[in-house]
């Protein structure tokens, strides 16, 4: 069955750091997303991507953020300069479409800590 | 008017029994409302869907209701088993025609532990 894979599982940096977390969605799939996961929190979206750019948005996602896509397969969110209340669980999802092909699929995430 | 509120945080059933966890919206453009289920260290995965033309949907032991007008819908779980145990999201988008693009907004999550 096709899945949303991310790697690393689990990633260490030091505070003002920057990190790539990376992410290979389903193949035929158009929309790519990043959602976090504070520990014990609920799960909340970043920013959704569609046609090489970005679609949509939160309020979390400010200039420190960034996502890319940079070849066919891969999808990247980058975090300039780490601070520690970016310590979270990060999760890409991808969907094949919108509407009624609004299925999302989920990886199982990069916990990224910053100490 | 973007959250989902979800209840209980917690919820303990007895195996057998039947886990009921319930969701509230006030947006009414929300027009797609997912469970989804996560084991500890996995990512949520989509369990059960609804839209709003439907007031329930059954597969298998999962259940979703579903009350447009008093805009809450709930998930049931029957026979709960113990591999049913995790945490539970409920979460709602609105249609790409109504210019969103299909983010989820999630409610808090229910742990759920089904006793053996």
């Known amino acids: 069955e096709p899945e949303v894979t991310q790697t690393p599982s689990h990633q260490v940096t030091q505070m003002g750091q920057e990190v790539i977390l990376r992410c290979v969605p389903i193949?035929?799939?158009?929309?790519f997303y990043w959602y976090r996961q504070i520990l014990g929190q609920k799960v909340e979206f970043l920013v959704s991507f569609y046609n090489n750019e970005i679609s949509e948005k939160s309020e979390i996602f400010d200039d420190q953020f960034s996502v890319e896509r940079p070849d066919g397969s891969n999808f990247t969110l980058k975090i300039r300069s780490t601070k520690l209340e970016d310590s979270a669980m990060y999760f890409c999802a991808s969907s094949v479409g919108l509407g009624l092909n609004t299925e999302a699929f989920f990886g199982q995430g990069t916990r990224l800590t910053v100490v | 008017q973007q959250q989902v509120k979800q209840s209980p945080q917690s919820l303990i059933v007895q195996k057998g029994g039947i886990s009921i966890i319930n969701c509230a919206y006030e947006n009414t453009a929300f027009d797609y409302f997912p469970w989804y289920q996560q084991f500890p260290g996995k990512g949520p995965a989509l369990l059960i869907a609804?839209?709003?033309?439907?007031s329930e949907k059954k597969e298998g032991r999962f259940t979703i209701s579903f009350n447009k007008s008093a805009k809450q819908f709930s998930l049931h779980i029957m026979d709960s088993q113990p591999g049913d145990s995790a945490t539970y999201f409920c979460?709602?988008?609105?249609?790409?025609?109504?210019?969103?693009?299909?983010?989820?907004?999630f409610g808090t999550g229910t742990l759920l532990a089904v006793q053996p």
């Open positions: 979460a709602a988008s609105m249609d790409f025609l109504g210019g969103a693009t299909n983010k989820l907004i």
């Open positions: 193949s035929n799939h158009l929309y």
């Open positions: 609804i839209r709003p033309d439907v």
